[in-house]
């Protein structure tokens, strides 16, 4: 067999030192929101993150990051790198798995759904998997939960979309237009012919020949989606909202849970590859509503 090489190794072992680091930026910069939240919209104390390890019995583990707090309503931000075996019915799926169905996977991967319906909920994720071939995937993207801020003229909108066009075109202007169009394709509901909010970035098999350059660019998305989110968070949480926007909002998370569970590759492989039950599902919302 031709199970993943040293350097598929050596290059997980660098991308999950990178995501955990990614990681500790993100838990300070959200517990440095969740302590700023103004306290007659946010009673209560400030939240803080806990972190779990956890061991994959099959190769692996990993670190989930929960915050349930007063501004954060319900926050994951997890860490892992698992190897293993891929069951015949994934590696048909897999690039490179059809001549050995041995892998390794590390990424981090991020859900933020908030106490505010002002303030959007969003998610990122980004990752490296080796089989006897080696890629980046990823992205990010952002959703507001209130109709008046889902256009994609919307000043959040257009904040979002222009940090991950920024990491995009550092590398080449060809990306954002090509992920950005992959992203609508990917976040969108057929059952309900909409999509689940206004985009990002969403990328997959992404295989430069240049891993450099391909590890700069993921490690780029990431500080993208570090400098734009604390931001966008930062200036939505001084805003009042009515009985009737949290309603709106707990309606509107209905469509995360049901995309997540039907659509989502990232559920499916956890699911698949014996990943942690808990992790995997800490993307679904804390409260909400079908009407």
């Known amino acids: 067999m031709n199970a ?5 190794a050596e290059r997980s072992s660098r991308a999950r030192t990178w995501f955990d680091e990614l990681r500790d930026r993100i838990v300070n910069a959200f517990e440095e929101l969740e302590a700023e939240a103004p306290a007659e919209l946010y009673p209560g104390p400030p939240g803080r993150f806990e972190l779990k ?35 015949p019915e994934m590696a048909a799926s897999m690039p490179g798995a059809e001549k050995d169905p041995s892998f390794v996977a590390t990424g981090i991967s991020l859900i933020a759904h908030m106490a505010s319906p002002r303030v959007p909920a969003v998610h990122m994720n980004t990752r490296y998997l080796a089989t006897t071939e080696g890629w980046f995937g990823g992205g990010a993207d952002l959703t507001p939960l209130l109709e008046i801020q889902r256009s994609q003229d919307a000043p959040d909108a257009q904040a979002f979309h222009a940090a991950m066009k920024g990491a995009c075109d550092a590398f080449d202007p060809a ?18 012919g909409e999509p689940r909010g206004i985009g990002g970035i969403f990328y997959d ?47 509107r998370r209905g469509r ?18 014996g990943g942690n039950i808990e992790s995997i599902l800490s993307s679904m919302p804390p409260v909400v509503k079908w009407p």
């Open 53 to 87: 390890p956890w061991t994959r019995e099959a190769g692996g583990g990993g670190v989930m990051g929960f915050l349930r707090g007063r501004f954060f309503e319900k926050c994951g931000v997890h860490v892992s790198e698992v190897h293993g075996t891929f069951t």
């Open 256 to 273: 995360y849970v049901e995309f997540n569970l039907l659509y989502d590759r990232g559920t499916m492989f956890g699911l698949k590859t």
């Open 175 to 192: 990306w954002h237009p090509r992920y950005k169009a992959w992203c609508d394709e990917y976040f969108f509901l057929p059952h309900r």
């Open 4 to 8: 993943p090489s040293k350097t598929a």
């Open 205 to 251: 098999r992404h295989n430069s020949g240049d891993f450099e350059r391909d590890f700069a660019f993921t490690r780029a998305v990431g500080e993208a989606f570090l400098g734009v989110y604390p931001r966008i968070a930062r200036h939505r949480m001084d805003e009042p909202w009515t009985h009737a926007d949290r309603e709106e909002q707990l309606v």
